[in-house]
């Protein structure tokens, strides 16, 4: 069984911190990993993708892989109460057709 | 602007109903995906399809069927609704290729709860 794990949460952090969110995988043959944001309510929309070890940044948003580590992270800097969400990490599996998702970390920006 | 809708954002139904759940993509998607998520337990995956006419079982299939007779289109067939089949439903689309390859499209999700 392939899986994605991360910490439920809930992580706070005060506005304007960083807030790191992580996840591991099982499957040492995932090539792509998604970062989604859903809102109480909402459908999860994705925030960022990575497919090279290192750190790809997107404005307030870095995300890092170490393919060695099995290991994907996310970080946002000058945290807003509007980043107040769960954070779904995903891995693209079977040469792309299928998804695992982690269970989603759960962050509040307090104000 | 990509648009993935679902027939319902609310349904209720009795243990034992058929119960049939829409999805429709207006993107030329090739894959189309059936989740249900769960408080804890995140999206896991019921059903996909990376054709018309073709299926392929997720990791949690059992008491559910699928019908993809059009390529917009992708049918979550519940065939005797079950009180632990309450749950969120949430359909997702994606292209086999393009400048974001496989990033999904998350339709609105369908809130089933079974009585």
């Known amino acids: 069984q392939k899986e994605v794990e991360q910490n439920s949460g809930p992580l706070s952090v005060p506005e304007g911190a960083i807030a790191s969110l992580n996840c591991t995988y099982s499957?040492?043959?995932?090539?792509?990993f998604f970062w989604y944001r859903q809102y109480s309510g909402k459908s999860p929309e994705l925030i960022m993708f990575?497919?090279?070890?290192g750190d790809k940044e997107d404005g307030r948003f870095t995300a890092q892989l170490n393919k060695a580590s099995q290991y994907v992270s996310l970080l946002i800097r000058d945290s807003q109460p509007s980043d107040s969400a769960t954070y779904l990490c995903?891995?693209?599996?079977?040469?792309?057709?299928?998804?695992?998702f982690g269970p989603g970390t759960r962050l509040s920006v307090l104000p | 602007d990509v648009k993935v809708t679902q027939s319902s954002r609310y349904l209720v139904k009795r243990t034992g109903e058929k119960v049939f759940l829409e999805c429709v993509q207006d993107?030329?998607?090739?894959?189309m995906f059936w989740y249900r998520q769960d408080p804890g337990l995140g999206l896991r995956l019921i059903y996909f399809?990376?054709?018309?006419?073709?299926?392929e079982k997720g990791d949690i299939p059992e008491g559910y069927s699928v019908s993809r007779e059009k390529k917009e289109r992708f049918s979550l067939i519940l065939e005797s609704a079950s009180t632990n089949q309450t749950s969120m439903y949430l359909c997702?689309?994606?292209?086999?290729?393009?400048?974001?390859?496989?990033?999904?499209?998350f339709g609105p999700g369908t809130r089933l709860t079974v009585t």
């Open positions: 399809s990376y054709d018309v006419k073709m299926k």
């Open positions: 499957d040492r043959g995932s090539q792509s």
């Open positions: 995903a891995v693209n599996v079977d040469y792309g057709q299928n998804f695992v």
């Open positions: 993107m030329d998607h090739e894959n």
């Open positions: 990575i497919y090279s070890n």
């Open positions: 997702a689309s994606n292209d086999r290729a393009g400048v974001s390859p496989y990033e999904q499209y």
